[in-house]
């Protein structure tokens, strides 16, 4: 841990650049197995609230990967320090005003508790999204074979398979995505927001986002997530 470095701080506060963009800054934390609709669930969120002029930015488990957490490997250590790069990564851009959504499997409990208590002691609202989904159905949106690989045993500790995956014992919303379709679970999650006046209920002109997202051709079966080998985050 690095010593002597204190906190620098600014003159443009918190409050004042939420008055700036007329938002404040909240993250919505999904987290579930391989598969769940994760990525695809938080796609969708992002359309709906660009839609309604809803600044927002998705941290998703294999674009951080590629960039900030690319020398990160997937030991028990190594995952926990993604978590905790993540959180820090969303602290920083909610304080911005922005509206965070990350889609990691963060399969453990501490970690997710760990994620909630930095935006906890900044002041800072964070919504676990556990996206609930039977492990078959998960399993069978599973595009790259890697459920199957785990089976058979060329992929190790892979979540769900022979990697546990802790249930939230309480997160503010669940997602059962192999009942719902993707549009109807973002927006669970857009009207949850609004109702906790964590983002605007005025009506606004809608924006149009410059690509259009479509509904996966077998709703309510969300897309398999596109993560890596071995899936965990």
Not at 183 to 208: H, N, Q, R
Request: proline share 6%; net charge negative; hydrophobic share 40%.
């Amino acid at each position: 841990m690095a010593t002597n470095v204190v906190w620098h701080e600014g003159l443009v506060t918190r409050d004042a650049r939420a008055k700036l963009l007329g938002q404040k800054g909240v993250t919505v934390w999904l987290s579930g197995l391989s598969g769940s609709g994760k990525s695809t669930v938080s796609v969708e969120l992002e359309q709906q609230l660009f839609a309604k002029k809803v600044l927002s930015y998705r941290l998703d488990g294999d674009n951080i990967r590629q960039g900030l957490n690319k020398n990160l490997t997937f030991t028990p250590e190594d995952r926990k320090e993604n978590i905790r790069r993540i959180s820090e990564v969303a602290k920083l851009m909610c304080d911005i005003g922005v509206v965070v959504t990350t889609a990691f499997i963060s399969p453990y409990t501490e970690d997710r508790d760990m994620a909630r208590e930095i935006h906890k002691a900044a002041d800072i609202p964070f919504i676990e999204v556990f996206v609930d989904c039977p492990l078959d159905v998960a399993e069978s949106r599973d595009p790259k074979g890697l459920y199957k690989k785990a089976r058979s045993g060329i992929i190790k500790n892979f979540t769900g398979i022979d990697a546990p995956y802790e249930k939230p014992p309480s997160p503010e919303i669940t997602l059962d995505t192999s009942k719902l379709s993707i549009s109807e679970c973002a927006g669970v999650i857009l009207t949850y927001l609004t109702e906790k006046g964590l983002i605007s209920a005025e009506a606004k002109d809608e924006a149009k986002p410059a690509k259009a997202v479509e509904e996966p051709a077998a709703a309510p079966v969300a897309e398999a997530e596109k993560e890596k080998v071995p899936a965990t985050a």
